[in-house]
């Protein structure tokens, strides 16, 4: 088959009726072509009717969004604007019943979105973190008249971030955040960092110590109250634009506390965002790594002496990559898919219910985590000193990796799931963070 300057016609080379010793010569295209998609944009459940729907919505925002990722990251403009876009298209309400407001997507077409924003900006798809985790709690709320309330919330377009964590100083097991009664009604004091998405949000979820009630409560309260104080002081080298800063509460009203069941699978949700978010980190790192490859012209004399994108080493390494980053994807969405059929599951106890989520994701973390900052390094051998440039900002992708990979802490995981392999231990609920005595 002859080819000039028009792109092939796939179908017509994938057809019976096409000499299959035929062969494609791509040096006599003009320019080099861009990747084709072959397969389905994620790993998982196979493409259908209901996802395309979903992607079709939030894919052009998801493009406009990553023209100016790296430029954000590179100046830290918190993108305000940007969790707008894709507020007024109800992001937040994806798990919300269509009939109520929402969009009525499975967790698993959750998490196939978010591996594609991340891909665009990882400082958004993390930014929903709490988000997503929420609207899982409240589609499990007994009181009727608490889920009716939250889920008109969410479908309207609202915001839940987070407030767990204090930056130091509370023993563990202990907060220093707490709630005291004015009037009849519960009042919020305390100081919380790493509160992610809070900055962006309308309500934030609080951990704190109750005066009648061991153990920690969940408060939600409005962020627009003048008691409250949200600081962009999180000084991380990477993930700086999620809003996992200071925020400090004065005298601030309780809206509602949340159940909190004993096994609740809140956390395996926190971290499969966190993988979701490496997986999307990893594809830009490929995508920039294809485009800078097909588009370089520059090599050295210790090369073979052709073109770059025709060096066998070089291809060997973007192979290698795009190998890794398919591995990534699919460990993440195999998860994502056990800890669905899980909350799907009549048949599992709380205790159960909460192990097979827990053992999921931390599986997932103990794979994904090196092989995402893997990439993320890799990206620079075919590229030389050039692409270390600030201007390029592609170390961004390994600096957002790394952070990430230092949460929850990932070191953890792999020992949970031996205990549990070994010796029967399940994974125990993260529900705490704290000062430990030195011993004496």
């Known amino acids: 088959m002859s080819v000039g300057a028009a792109e092939p016609d796939f179908n017509e080379l994938s057809s019976p009726e096409h000499n299959p010793g035929s062969v494609v010569d791509l040096d006599q295209h003009e320019a080099p072509n861009p990747a084709r998609q072959l397969l389905k944009a994620t790993p998982g459940p196979g493409s259908d009717a209901q996802y395309e729907q979903l992607a079709s919505i939030f894919r052009p925002l998801f493009a406009q969004i990553a023209e100016g990722a790296a430029t954000r990251d590179r100046e830290r403009i918190l993108p305000f604007e940007q969790v707008g876009v894709l507020n007024r298209e109800r992001f937040g309400a994806l798990r919300i019943p269509v009939e109520s407001g929402g969009h009525g997507a499975r967790l698993s077409d959750v998490f196939r979105l978010l591996i594609e924003l991340a891909e665009a900006d990882s400082h958004l798809a993390q930014l929903w973190r709490a988000q997503f985790a929420f609207v899982e709690n409240v589609l499990k709320f007994e009181d009727e008249a608490l889920r009716s309330k939250w889920i008109e919330r969410l479908a309207a377009g609202h915001i839940v971030g987070n407030a767990y964590t204090e930056r130091g100083g509370n023993r563990l097991g202990t907060l220093n955040t707490t709630v005291h009664k004015r009037d009849e009604r519960w009042l919020v004091t305390g100081e919380k960092f790493y509160c992610t998405g ?243």
């Open 198 to 440: 809070t900055i962006f949000a309308d309500w934030t979820t609080v951990a704190v110590s109750h005066p009648e009630i061991p153990g920690r409560r969940i408060a939600v309260v409005s962020t627009q109250h003048s008691g409250v104080r949200i600081l962009d002081d999180w000084d991380g080298f990477g993930q700086q634009l999620t809003g996992t800063g200071t925020t400090e509460f004065t005298d601030v009203p309780v809206d509602c506390f949340i159940p909190q069941p004993d096994n609740d699978p809140e956390s395996a949700i926190f971290q499969l965002v966190l993988l979701a978010v490496q997986a999307g980190i990893a594809r830009a790192a490929l995508n920039d790594l294809r485009r800078s490859v097909q588009q370089r012209t520059r090599t050295f004399s210790t090369g073979t002496g052709v073109p770059v994108r025709h060096e066998p080493q070089v291809l060997q390494v973007v192979g290698e990559v795009s190998a890794q980053v398919f591995a990534i994807e699919s460990v993440v969405m195999g998860s994502v898919l056990e800890v669905e059929a899980a909350l799907a599951e009549p048949h599992l106890s709380q205790a159960e219910r909460f192990a097979v989520c827990e053992l999921a994701a931390n599986r997932a973390h103990s794979i994904v985590q090196p092989l995402a900052i893997g990439v993320t390094s890799k990206l620079f051998d075919p590229l030389g000193a050039s692409a270390t440039r600030a201007s390029c900002n592609m170390d961004r992708h390994w600096r957002n990796a790394r952070t990430i990979a230092t949460h929850n802490p990932a070191i953890y995981k792999s020992r949970i799931v031996g205990d549990y392999e070994i010796n029967a231990i399940p994974p125990a609920r993260l529900n705490s963070i704290g000062e430990v005595p030195a011993h004496t």
